[in-house]
């Protein structure tokens, strides 16, 4: 079946210094794969995706996320963190088989001052 | 604001009582949603909805229930709520299956007594 996994519950990082949140795939094909983030409260927001083409993705507030295949990996990074990036993280990987998309359990960012 | 719409933000209910949770999104997207998010667990996703007229279960939809009213409506109905049910639900809509892209609703925050 398959199955995303983040293995960091929770990361504590200081603020200004460098950020990659791991997302592992299992997935027989190369899947649709997206970053979302959760502040407080709020919703989530599509932060980046990928879907063919260059592995290296851009999204919105800085982010960059890589896919490897060989790995199944698309960690997310950032190279300097802002204290409002304090927030959780989901990693998502979309089918091409249905509607769905099957979400890894979530990290939760600690940004410490 | 163009996005999704969820009402109530916040509900508690006694156990047995029904009640109806409304989403409506104004981005003329084909699909809708119905997640819901526990501590630790991501999001599990209830019902899905492919188009207008169509609606599917997802990974937990015991006790739930789904209408489809038309393109811009998708409503989840409790119709005795359990203590079991006590979570935030979130609405979410995307257009055609290779472009997910999902928009989130703000939540609902449920709680059963």
């Known amino acids: 079946a398959q199955s995303v996994t983040q293995p960091d519950i929770h990361i504590t990082v200081s603020e200004g210094a460098s950020l990659e949140l791991r997302c592992n795939y299992s997935y027989g094909a190369t899947p649709y794969l997206f970053w979302y983030v959760q502040s407080p409260g709020q919703g989530l927001q599509l932060l980046l995706k990928?879907?063919?083409?260059d592995t290296l993705v851009q999204g919105i507030k800085g982010f960059e996320a890589e896919f490897k295949r060989s790995q199944s990996s698309f960690n997310l990074r950032k190279p300097s963190v802002h204290w409002s990036d304090a927030a959780e993280y989901f990693c998502a990987v979309g089918l091409d088989s249905n509607y769905q998309l099957i979400w890894g359990a979530g990290t939760k960012l600690i940004i410490k001052p | 604001n163009a996005g999704v719409t969820q009402t109530p933000k916040f509900q508690v209910l006694k156990t047995g009582q029904s009640m109806t949770l409304q989403c409506a999104q104004d981005?003329?997207?084909?699909?809708m949603y119905w997640y819901r998010q526990d501590p630790g667990m991501g999001l599990r996703l209830i019902y899905y909805?492919?188009?207008?007229?169509?609606?599917d279960k997802g990974e937990v939809p015991n006790g739930y229930n789904v209408s489809r009213l038309n393109k811009r409506e998708f409503s989840l109905r409790l119709e005795s709520a359990a203590p079991s049910q006590t979570s935030v639900y979130f609405c979410?809509?995307?257009?055609?299956?290779?472009?997910?892209?999902?928009?989130f609703g703000s939540g609902t925050r449920l709680t059963v007594v």
């Open positions: 981005m003329n997207h084909n699909s």
């Open positions: 979410a809509s995307s257009t055609e299956i290779t472009n997910y892209g999902y928009t």
């Open positions: 990928y879907f063919s083409g």
């Open positions: 909805s492919a188009s207008e007229g169509t609606t």
